[in-house]
């Protein structure tokens, strides 16, 4: 790949790639809207905006997913049509999806050369790989079954795979989204090295700090319209922030821990066993959330999430019925209705398909679990008009943008319904709510309202327990700090105590390691 | 990228919904009108030999009804299942076992009835089916054995159990070996509700689990249960249903809707316990509670045209000669169009070769 960036200034190159007035309509809604975008040869371009404000819609007809119903695109200053995704890999366009697509049971060679169009003997390709990856510093072994590989290299194999191509134009959508602070950073690196040979990156992420960090433009849309461009770097994330939405950001302030309480929730000895051989078994799990505080569990996804999730919501029964404490009263073996009894509510990390049930309306999403500490049910009747009632309230009292307690659950945003979700297990007046990533896919303001909810419900006294991926959000939110790796937790630390750095060094297993504030133990992760 | 593609039509429309079992029936007339041509009938006069001729007498909307009130009672409970994705195939093995219990009791008490026999037969009718449906229940919570092998199955270890009996058992000391019980003392049948006509008190049960399915359905904490669990099953989990409880009651409910049918065959139209008494109640009410979409009001109506299917195939048999089977092919061509339709209505078809660029 000759570095055309060193030797040229940028202006005497036509650019990369140039977008004109694209339109893309949906039935019933307007998902791009006369979008231009320019990006030059060698840049790190961001791009910017809510959920739903059109980016997936723009990136999918750069890569050829989708087509635009008007509009002109010009690659390297000649007009074009992607047909396809293999059309777009001839032009020299790449892109690392959100989702990874590997097989878990065949090698990184041979994950690879399925997703090449000329992928040449296995051999031959190895010794490529090999080469890609040691000159952009991705260390990764071909003959590695996938199974192994942690996410992060995961991802590696999905970058690698779009580097064998010589790709012009990369596009990365959320790469940073399952990584620990220590892994974005390596990405970072090799993305700069990319850039500084010519090829351009269109970076999406709703990391606003990290797009300070590693983008020279930002395009910003706002409901499917180019609303802005600018340096990044020249802004703060608030500043962006208030960009996307078109309206002043509220970041909720948290208040200075009073006394803790008593223990609302006590976990001793939680050990679990799965027959799943894909399942990660928790190890010897302690912990405790006392009434008034949040405590935030830190983890890279599939770390044992899920699995605490479901020993703490009773969704998995325990044999142990003393390892799960809730109110001084032992709850290992009871489900998730006599948990919710004893005071607890939850919110599920998957919102759609189990915190909500999608055909459903509101008011009957609000009677899901509802039912358990209002009095929705009465002589095995349903009380539809109080279930009605209480759609109505979680709606006006959360702020939820919906066509009133008739909407079904799946034609809300993916904040919105969020936000009534929270609603309906706060409004519960719960002694303890367990949340798994509450603001995950979920815009700037949503995502602060969710955030105050949360800390108010812990100032009125009760529990919260947040278990999240995002480490700032875990800041903002948490007294104190555990993070879960290959199923163990770590002892807390009071937030003001620790920084992202050595959160981020046990989100990487460094456990009972001393701290180096430098991060370079990362590379033997 | 295949000539013929289904492309999602984003949301289906309710009044479709509601308009593909019409659409469904004049698509089968229409086959119907087609097939009698190519067999060298007139077509329609067969049609009306098979749809009209047989409800223009009273005798003849009384066999309607007569018909319709097993499938009714076998339908309700299967929809009542359905919806929470308990695929109870076994109806037909349920109704036998109602009738071999029902049946039972009123060979067993025979010259010594009372008002308190048909009660008992209908409470004994209800548990043998029950019972029948509790095998596949318990097999699939312990074993997690699929219900709709184990349901079917059962079928015909119940038909091949109601053979021993009415040729050991239950036959008839009188009856010169013939394979049949007794006929029935008139405690132990059913009182007409209509008279020229077979309609039995059968009916009324068969309206009562309309309204009683509506009910659980639409208004009770375990119908909304039976929902979650049917649309989202980890939904139904978060929430804290038990899972295992709604396969136990549907199962249950189901199988004692059915052994309530089968002793109403035996103690209305029939009369006795004999070797066939069900021409397929059991199957054809799966077509029933699909025709009418799992509600209770839809397969009322449902099980009045599946009904007429049945009494219209013996009419144009006796009428025209036609074959046995043309019952079987109007039933089969139903459903075939109704889940045809269904699939259009999510799906819009799409012919030729995806352009390149849109």
């Given at each position: 790949m000759p570095s055309h960036a060193e030797t040229f200034p940028p202006v005497a190159l036509p650019p990369r790639l140039e977008l004109r007035g694209i339109t893309k309509r949906f039935p019933g809604c307007l998902?791009?809207?006369?979008v231009d975008l320019v990006l030059q040869p060698g840049e790190i371009h961001a791009l910017l905006g809510e959920n739903g404000a059109g980016k997936s819609t723009l990136v999918k007809m750069i890569y050829g997913v989708l087509h635009p119903d008007s509009g002109t695109m010009l690659w390297q200053g000649a007009e074009t049509t992607v047909p396809d995704p293999a059309g777009a890999r001839r032009l020299g366009i790449g892109m690392v999806f959100q989702h990874f697509s590997l097989?878990?049971?065949?090698t990184v060679t041979e994950n690879i050369a399925l997703g090449l169009d000329n992928a040449g003997p296995m051999d031959q390709l190895a010794g490529r790989i090999r080469e890609v990856s040691e000159r952009y510093g991705l260390a990764l072994d071909p003959g590695r079954h996938v199974f192994h590989l942690s996410v992060g290299e995961r991802q590696r194999v999905e970058i690698v795979r779009c580097l064998l191509q010589d790709p012009k134009l990369l596009i990365m959508d959320e790469p940073t989204s399952v990584l620990t602070p220590q892994e974005a950073a390596k990405l970072f690196e090799t993305l700069r090295v990319l850039a500084a040979e010519g090829c351009t990156i269109l970076y999406i992420s709703h990391k606003l700090e990290e797009i300070r960090a590693l983008c020279s433009r930002a395009t910003v849309l706002r409901a499917g319209k180019v609303v802005g461009a600018t340096d990044?770097?020249?802004?703060?994330a608030r500043s962006l922030a208030e960009m996307m939405m078109g309206a002043e950001l509220s970041t909720p302030e948290r208040p200075p821990q009073g006394a803790a309480g008593a223990a609302r929730l006590t976990v001793r000895h939680l050990s679990t066993t799965s027959d799943n051989p894909f399942a990660t078994n928790l190890k010897d799990v302690n912990f405790e959330v006392r009434a008034g505080e949040i405590l935030g569990i830190a983890g890279v996804a599939g770390n044992g999430q899920a699995e605490l999730m479901a020993a703490l919501s009773g969704e998995a029964l325990l044999a142990d019925t003393g390892a799960v404490v809730i109110e001084g009263r032992s709850a290992g073996h009871l489900g998730p209705r006599a948990r919710r009894a004893l005071g607890l509510a939850f919110v599920p990390e998957e919102r759609l398909g189990r915190g909500a049930?999608?055909?459903?309306s509101l008011s009957e999403n609000a009677l899901l679990s509802g039912y358990a500490r209002k009095p929705l049910v009465r002589g095995g009747m349903v009380h539809f008009a109080r279930a009605r009632a209480y759609a109505e309230t979680i709606i006006r009292g959360f702020n939820v943008v919906a066509h009133?307690?008739?909407?079904?659950?799946?034609?809300?945003?993916g904040g919105n319904l969020q936000k009534f979700i929270i609603g309906r297990e706060i409004l519960q007046k719960p002694k303890l709510l367990v949340v798994g990533q509450p603001t995950w896919g979920v815009d700037a303001g949503a995502a602060a309202a969710i955030h105050k909810a949360l800390i108010d419900l812990a100032r009125s006294g009760a529990a919260v327990l947040v278990i999240s991926q995002d480490l700032d959000e875990l800041f903002v939110l948490s007294d104190r700090i555990s993070v879960l790796f290959h199923g163990r937790l770590s002892d807390s630390r009071p937030t003001h105590e620790t920084t992202v750095e050595r959160i981020g060094l046990l989100m990487g297993g460094l456990f009972g390691t001393p701290p180096d504030e430098d991060g370079e133990i990362t590379r033997a992760v | 990228m295949s000539f013929i593609r289904l492309e999602p039509r984003g949301q289906a429309s309710k009044t479709m919904v509601y308009a593909t079992p019409l659409l469904a029936v004049a698509l089968t007339l229409l086959s119907g009108f087609i097939l009698f041509l190519a067999m060298g009938f007139d077509p329609l006069k067969a049609l009306y030999s098979f749809f009209v001729a047989p409800v223009t007498s009273v005798r003849g909307l009384g066999e309607l009804v007569v018909k319709a009130t097993p499938l009714v009672l076998c339908a309700v409970g299967l929809a009542i299942g359905f919806r929470a994705n308990v695929w109870n195939i076994g109806a037909e093995g349920q109704l036998t076992l109602g009738a071999i219990t029902g049946g039972g009791l009123a060979l067993a008490f025979y010259g010594e009835g009372g008002w308190w026999l048909l009660p008992l037969m209908v409470i004994g009718g209800a548990i043998g089916g029950a019972v029948w449906a509790a095998v596949p229940a318990y097999l699939r919570l312990r074993f997690n054995a699929s219900e709709i092998l184990t349901s079917l199955m059962l079928n015909y270890v119940a038909l091949l159990l109601l053979n021993y009996l009415v040729h050991?058992?239950?036959?008839?000391?009188?009856?010169?070996?013939?394979p049949e019980s007794r006929l029935f003392e008139a405690d132990a049948v059913l009182p007409i509700l209509w008279s020229g006509t077979r309609v039995h008190l059968g009916a009324l049960f068969a309206l009562a689990a309309v309204a009683g399915g509506w009910l659980l359905i639409a208004r009770t904490f375990i119908g909304f249960q039976i929902k979650v669990i049917g649309l989202t099953p980890a939904a139904a989990g978060y929430a804290g249903f038990d899972q295992k409880r709604i396969v136990w009651l549907t199962l249950l409910l189901s199988g004692a809707l059915a052994g309530i049918a089968g002793m109403g065959e035996i103690a209305g139209p029939i009369g006795q316990v004999t070797a066939s008494i069900s021409p397929g109640y059991g199957y054809t009410a799966i077509i029933v509670a699909f025709l009418g979409r799992l509600h209770p009001v839809g397969i009322l109506l449902a099980a009045l045209l599946m009904a007429l299917s049945f009494i219209g195939g013996e009419a144009a048999q006796i009428a025209m000669g036609l074959p046995k089977a043309i019952t079987g092919v109007f039933q089969g061509m139903l459903l075939f169009f109704l889940l045809a339709s269904d699939v259009l209505i999510r799906y819009r078809v799409r012919f030729g070769v995806r352009r390149a660029a849109a």
């Open positions: 998902a791009n809207d006369h097989f878990d049971t065949l990044p770097r020249q802004e703060t049930v999608p055909e459903l009133g307690h008739r909407a079904e659950a799946r034609s809300l945003s | 050991g058992p239950y036959r008839d000391p009188d009856g010169f070996a013939f």
